[in-house]
Each structure stands twice: as structure tokens, then as C-alpha cells.
């Protein structure tokens, strides 16, 4: 049976996400058919893997709660890849009054931390569990500020933690979706069948 894996289609790069897990599918042998936009509540328990994308998070956060999605999320069972506004989705405290996090991943995280001057880039980080830095790109990006006892950084640039594992669930202050580089989603996608 194919994996399921849904993209949040609520606001942000939904398509990108859905590409990039197809390709990480296919590179692996696996069947690509179940990969799909979510914009449901109730499709949300059928998956076995949930991707929250970038995009704006004080909007998906409002969009969340008008779509009744807060608590299908909170309760889901599956695996959650988050970037960007997806990371700041998933913290349990953010800088910003106007995001109600999930509060899934046990961290704190700060919203557009690279300033101004910075506001989008591209860097080569090390990423633990990856033989080989990966490109990354930042837009507009949160960093982690503290991380609890169950969450796992995976990566850090001089500005914080930017990348954070915790049980199935990973989180990536940059876009993984549009490296052409399918390493993350395997791991997480590996990380689901353990
Ligand atoms: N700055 C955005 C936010 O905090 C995130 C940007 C992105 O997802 N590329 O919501």
C-alpha cells in the first residue's frame, strides 16, 4: 500500500511539497499515488504522514481553527514535516501573540529571526544524520530559540537551531521542498516505519 502523505492546502507552497515527497518516493521504489492536498478536517486521520508547508503562519494559524483543523492535528497519530511557518506551527511558545501554536514540538521558536538584511539566503548546512551538508534555502525564516528535553536539534547556523526532530515528527526553519534534494524527506519518511 502506498504511503499516505497529505500537504496542509490551506496557504503556502502546497505543490512543492507534494513534488518533493513524490520524488522521495519514487527514488526509493516506492509507490507515488498518496500524495494528496489536504483541505479537510476529516481526511486528516486517514494519513500516515502530514506536511505543514511555508507560507505565512499567522495566516494558517487562523485558517487552521476556520477550517476546524486544530484538534484533528493535536491528535494525529502519523508523522508531521514541517518548514518555515510550518516550524512555527508546531512549537509549544512563538514570539508572535498573533500565532496560536499546536504546541506539538517541545520548543520556542522566533518568527522572521534573520532580519531584514538577511531575509531570504542560501546556505550549506550540516545537518546531523546527512553524510553531507545540505543546501538550504531560507525565506523569510524562524529559528528555534530553546529546545526541551524530547526534542532533538538536528542543525544550527550562528542565528539558532533550524532544524529539530522530536519522535515522528521533524521541523526545518528552511525549505527543503525546493533544494531538489530528497534527503530530509527520506529520513523522515523512513523514520515512520520504525
Ligand atoms: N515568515 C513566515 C512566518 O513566520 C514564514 C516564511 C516562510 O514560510 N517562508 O510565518
Redesign the pocket.
Same mark, same amino acid.
Given at each position: 500500500m502506498a504511503v499516505k502523505v497529505g500537504v496542509l492546502a490551506l496557504q +503556502?507552497d502546497v505543490s512543492e511539497h507534494i513534488a518533493a515527497f513524490q520524488q522521495a518516493l519514487r527514488s526509493a521504489g516506492e509507490a507515488d499515488t498518496g500524495v494528496v492536498p489536504v483541505r479537510r478536517a476529516a481526511d486528516i486521520p486517514l494519513l500516515d504522514a502530514l506536511a505543514i508547508p +511555508? +507560507?505565512?503562519?499567522?495566516t494558517i494559524s487562523r485558517l487552521i481553527d476556520k477550517n476546524a483543523m486544530r484538534s484533528p492535528i493535536e491528535r494525529f497519530e502519523g508523522g508531521i514535516f514541517a518548514?518555515? $511557518?510550518g516550524m512555527?506551527l508546531l512549537a509549544g511558545t512563538v514570539d508572535d501573540p498573533r500565532v496560536s501554536p499546536l504546541a506539538l514540538m517541545d520548543m520556542s521558536v522566533a =518568527?522572521?529571526a534573520f532580519g531584514r538584511q538577511r531575509e531570504s539566503f542560501e546556505a550549506s548546512v550540516r545537518i546531523r544524520g546527512l553524510a553531507e551538508p545540505f543546501h538550504a534555502v531560507f525565506? =523569510? $525564516?524562524?529559528v528555534v530559540t530553546a529546545t526541551g528535553p524530547r526534542a532533538e536539534p538536528l542543525a544550527a547556523v550562528d542565528a539558532g537551531i533550524v532544524a529539530v526532530r522530536q519522535g515522528l515528527h521533524m521541523a526545518f526553519s528552511f525549505?527543503p521542498e525546493l533544494s531538489g534534494d530528497i534527503r530530509l524527506h527520506r529520513m523522515f519518511l523512513d523514520g515512520l516505519r520504525r
Open positions: +503556502g +511555508g +507560507g505565512e503562519s499567522t518548514t518555515c $511557518a512555527v =518568527r522572521n525565506i =523569510r $525564516a524562524p525549505h
